[in-house]
Nanobody, 121 residues
Framework: QVQLMESGGGLVQAGGSLRLSCAAS????????MDWYRQAPGKLRELVAS???????NYADSVRGRFFVSRDNAKNTVYLQMDSLKPEDTAIYYC???????????????WGQGTQVTVSS
């Protein structure tokens, strides 16, 4: 139905920056919220940032002022600009897209495969 392709993860030193991308494709009628989650080893998956169709954003307290979420509706793509990275930002980052699919006209939630972000001290 809907496929998500994430990219942009990698290894960076503390204080550095990375930009994640997540492109949605498939039987998409419309995309509502687009979210970024992360999961560190031994920890629960947590919401990092979200953006509505209208562009309203929300951030976890731990990343506010350092991470910035944006979207390109024409490309069905969401981005996460991560600045001033810290070792505690190390995790697998997942995009989560809430989309109405053409086949059912229902709103469903879709997950990306995850991309590793490692921040060295």
């Amino acid at each position: 139905q809907v496929q998500l392709m994430e990219s942009g993860g990698g290894l960076v030193q503390a204080g550095g920056s990375l930009r994640l991308s997540c492109a949605a494709s498939g039987s998409i009628r419309s995309i509502m919220n687009m979210d970024w989650y992360r999961q560190a080893p031994g920890k629960l998956r947590e919401l990092v940032a979200s953006i509505t169709l209208g562009g309203r954003t929300n951030y976890a307290d731990s990343v506010r002022g350092r991470f910035f979420v944006s979207r390109d509706n024409a490309k069905n793509t969401v981005y996460l600009q991560m600045d001033s990275l810290k070792p505690e930002d190390t995790a697998i980052y997942y995009c989560n897209v809430h989309a109405v699919v053409t086949t059912t006209s229902l709103l469903n939630s879709f997950w990306g495969q995850g991309t590793q972000v490692t921040v060295s001290s």
